[in-house]
């Protein structure tokens, strides 16, 4: 893996990348409150498959791209700075592949779903299309998703960012040398508080209509997660019209990517030798 940047809208983003260069382009968009190191397993594998394999630091998560206000923080700003890192790295006239955990899904989902002609094939790991958040919350499944966010209102506290950091660092329980990055990254209040103004910036977006998405998309819902219902995991596939896979993780939390690396380097794998040209 290489450590490059990126200057894009005005700002810089740090990133990781494997892969040739000349090779299809894959952009990877970590979770909160991560980091692109996120994809350090899948990276590699990515890349030794041909695929020039970019994980980019979303908005917020590296001091170049880190700007004041919470309106700078809503999802349309993040689906706005990848395309405009796609173009930097020469794919403004040919889709490329988007893969995506957590908040990175959400805004892939609206990404894809609102500019289809640029994405080739997506993969979102938990967090499932929007609508089929809306779906659930008109049945009778809704309030147990209701307790899944309960976290939201706090997460929306100025001054908590680093409790809330640290608290789910130690609830998800992975080694120290897999969470270290993360904690030398955003290693500041500066830093935590502009992570944190999603949640801030949610209620401006989350209530909008989404279209479906018409590529082939690989869905993954890790079982034991407490915010995805397996109602709304399931109701994903109403929402995408494109060839749709949806498989299974027994084990992992949110940071599936590190708790289950091989099982999803092997499907993502699997996603791109059916579906990349």
């Not at 970590?30 to 020039?52: C, I, N």
Request: aromatic share 10%.
């Amino acid at each position: 893996m290489n450590r490059i940047q990126i200057k894009a809208r005005g700002f810089t983003f740090d990133a990781w990348s494997a892969g040739p260069k000349e090779g299809p382009l894959i952009l990877l968009l970590h979770g909160l409150p991560r980091t692109s190191w996120e994809w350090h397993h899948q990276l590699p594998k990515l890349g030794e498959a041909g695929f020039r394999a970019v994980a980019p630091d979303l908005r917020g998560y590296c001091p170049g791209a880190r700007p004041e206000g919470v309106e700078a923080y809503v999802v349309d700003e993040f689906v706005q700075d990848i395309l405009a890192i796609a173009d930097r790295l020469g794919w403004t006239d040919r889709p490329f592949h988007l893969m995506a955990t957590s908040i990175g899904s959400v805004i892939a989902w609206w990404l894809a779903g609102n500019y289809p002609q640029r994405v080739a094939t997506l993969v979102c790991i938990n967090v499932p299309h929007q609508m089929a958040f809306h779906e659930v919350m008109e049945t009778k499944a809704a309030d147990k998703l209701r307790k899944g966010f309960n976290y939201f209102s706090n997460s929306r506290k100025e001054g908590e960012e680093l409790k809330n950091f640290e608290a789910t660092i130690k609830r998800i329980g992975l080694p120290a040398e897999e969470t270290n990055p993360y904690r030398e990254a955003l290693n500041s209040e500066e830093a935590l508080r502009a992570v944190y103004h999603w949640y801030r910036a949610m209620p401006s977006w989350a209530s909008l209509s989404l279209k479906p998405v018409i590529m082939p998309t690989l869905y993954i819902w890790p079982r034991n997660v407490s915010n995805v219902t397996q109602e709304v995991a399931e109701a994903n596939a109403h929402y995408v019209k494109g060839p749709y896979r949806f498989e299974i993780l027994e084990i992992a939390l949110n940071f599936a990517l590190q708790m289950e690396p091989k099982k999803i380097t092997h499907l993502l794998l699997e996603h791109l030798a059916e579906h990349a040209q």
